[in-house]
């Protein structure tokens, strides 16, 4: 059965190679981004199975009216994608008020509006999938991007809770988590604070870092995210590309074994 998607963030990246593969099948797509231009080969390509649409995510009015208009174009609504957002480069003391407000307003409450505005359609249905676009970023931190990792860990947190209450009224989330890979994400996408110079150690360390790393190709997603979605029980999390699943157990396996070594000190606060 042919699904319908609604996929932000869709002028490159991720949102573009998804909303490719779901056209490409014989899906049908609601395709929104900031600038509807950047759409303009989808819709020549693809005709009435795509809808672009302008959409700035953080424009809650905005979103509740282009969901109305997605639905009432095709009739219903499968797979939700919550992608756009971008990384904020930046040692905590840089970052400035609007830079952090920017950041959650983007990748956490732009999600947050996007699943709220399609949950009625979806209640209704009694069925449908939210894929909500996180990170390896959203389940471990490193320096340099910490107001990212805020985002990404807000929205691992709020889709968890989703996924327990919608799960009773047939609909499913999951949360796809990537390693690094060849999109534009720490490119032309990313905004940057003013550097102070106490971090550039920080800096010069972890562009070495990322410098070392092997990115995965964006295009090998788009079967995974095919698979994922047409699932009868899909994951709540799932991590995507080489390494990250070493990379998570490795955190976790200090974590655990810190929360371990203070577990007399944890009880102790309980006082009773």
């Known amino acids: 059965m042919n699904k319908t998607w609604f996929i932000t963030?869709?002028?490159?990246?991720?949102?573009?190679?998804?909303?490719?593969?779901?056209?490409?099948?014989?899906?049908?797509?609601?395709?929104?981004?900031?600038?509807?231009?950047?759409?303009?080969?989808?819709?020549?390509?693809?005709?009435?199975?795509?809808?672009?649409?302008?959409?700035?995510?953080?424009?809650?009015?905005?979103?509740?009216?282009?969901?109305?208009?997605?639905?009432?174009?095709?009739?219903?609504?499968?797979?939700?994608?919550n992608n756009a957002g971008y990384g904020q480069f930046g040692a905590m003391e840089e970052i400035s008020e609007h830079e952090a407000r920017s950041q959650m307003e983007t990748n956490l409450f732009g999600a947050l509006w996007v699943t709220q505005a399609a949950l009625p359609y979806l209640r209704e249905q009694k069925s449908?999938?939210?894929?909500?676009?996180?990170?390896?970023?959203?389940?471990?931190?490193?320096?340099?991007?910490?107001?990212?990792?805020?985002?990404?860990?807000?929205?691992?947190?709020?889709?968890?809770s989703l996924s327990q209450e919608v799960q009773p009224l047939g609909i499913k989330v999951t949360l796809i988590e990537p390693i690094g890979y060849t999109t534009d994400w720490s490119g032309p996408s990313a905004k940057f604070a003013e550097p102070l110079p106490a971090y550039e150690g920080t800096r010069e360390a972890m562009a070495a870092r990322r410098a070392l790393s092997k990115p995965g190709d964006p295009d090998a997603t788009g079967p995974v995210v095919l698979k994922l979605v047409d699932m009868e029980e899909p994951p709540l999390r799932i991590l995507f590309g080489k390494g990250a699943n070493e990379m998570i157990h490795a955190e976790y396996a200090k974590r655990l074994a810190e929360w371990d070594k203070f577990k007399d000190l944890s009880e102790e606060a309980q006082g009773v």
């Open 128 to 160: 449908g999938h939210i894929i909500q676009v996180s990170s390896v970023g959203g389940v471990n931190a490193f320096p340099y991007i910490g107001m990212y990792h805020a985002s990404k860990w807000g929205l691992e947190g709020f889709s968890q």
């Open 9 to 81: 963030g869709t002028s490159k990246g991720f949102g573009r190679i998804w909303a490719e593969a779901a056209l490409e099948r014989g899906d049908r797509v609601t395709a929104t981004a900031r600038k509807v231009e950047t759409l303009g080969d989808l819709k020549e390509k693809y005709g009435d199975a795509v809808l672009t649409i302008a959409l700035d995510v953080t424009d809650k009015a905005a979103v509740f009216s282009v969901m109305k208009q997605a639905v009432e174009t095709f009739g219903r609504l499968d797979v939700v994608v």
